[in-house]
């Protein structure tokens, strides 16, 4: 069984700076994807970013990257630069053995950005 | 990434009543999945909707309950029947393995249902 966790419920940061969101997880699987979604209160998921589990280097989406430490099974988002509208759920994800597989979610960090 | 369209976007039902929701998409895809996500929760699989035979059901979720359909690459239905206000929640499409393949799920952008 697969397994992740956002230990953060809340988290705050000042409009500019940049924030992690943690996210581990706990699979016996070794191909495996890794994901992060934005749920706007609109209640949209907007996909952010995608790891492979055999991806040499980090992944990276413009403001978003993300902050994969295998052996530790962590995958952690970073949002340089926040902005207003990033204020937001951030759900992380995972997806195992590849293909067309079942995806679990973690149950979310609320990002508030402050002006 | 597709386009993903549902419909309608957000009802208000009574108890005791059904409602189709609708997922629309712009291009074939492999894989279709809805989801319910519950108040202040995290998003939970309810089934995988497949071309052309039976949904696959996660455990809690049943058929009578939620009945799918899913007659092209393109289309699915979910039917949330026998509603209580314990069904209210929103609820969502997401697709998978586009023509090429991709190893992302993209999600349409919600059906909020509340259940009086």
């Known amino acids: 069984a697969q397994k992740i966790t956002q230990t953060q419920p809340g988290m705050f940061v000042q409009e500019k700076e940049a924030v992690t969101l943690d996210c581990t997880y706990d699979?016996?699987?070794?191909?495996?994807?890794l994901f992060w979604y934005k749920q706007p209160s609109s209640g949209e998921m907007i996909f952010l970013i995608y790891?492979?589990?055999?991806?040499?280097q980090n992944a990276t989406e413009g403001r978003y990257s993300l902050n994969f430490q295998k052996a530790r099974k962590s995958a952690n988002l970073v949002i340089s630069a926040s902005q207003l509208g990033d204020s937001a759920m951030y759900f992380c994800?995972?997806?195992?053995?590849?293909?067309?597989?079942?995806?679990?979610f973690g149950t979310g960090t609320k990002l508030q950005v402050i002006p | 990434s597709a386009v993903i369209s549902q419909k309608p976007s957000r009802d208000i039902c009574q108890r005791g009543t059904s409602l189709t929701i609708q997922c629309q998409v712009d291009?074939?895809?492999?894989?279709m999945f809805w989801y319910r996500q519950q108040p202040g929760q995290s998003l939970t699989l309810i089934a995988t909707?497949?071309?052309?035979?039976?949904?696959?059901?996660e455990s809690g979720f049943v058929i009578d309950k939620f009945p799918i359909s899913r007659p092209n690459l393109t289309f699915s239905t979910l039917t949330v029947s026998n509603m209580s206000p314990e069904d209210s929640s929103i609820y969502l499409c997401?697709?998978?393995?586009?023509?090429?393949?991709?190893?992302?799920?993209?999600f349409g952008p919600g059906t909020r249902l509340t259940v009086l």
């Open positions: 699979t016996s699987d070794q191909s495996y994807g």
């Open positions: 291009s074939q895809v492999t894989m």
């Open positions: 994800a995972m997806r195992s053995s590849g293909g067309y597989q079942k995806v679990t």
């Open positions: 790891q492979g589990s055999y991806d040499q």
């Open positions: 909707a497949n071309q052309g035979s039976e949904a696959t059901y």
């Open positions: 997401s697709v998978q393995g586009r023509i090429p393949y991709t190893d992302t799920q993209y």
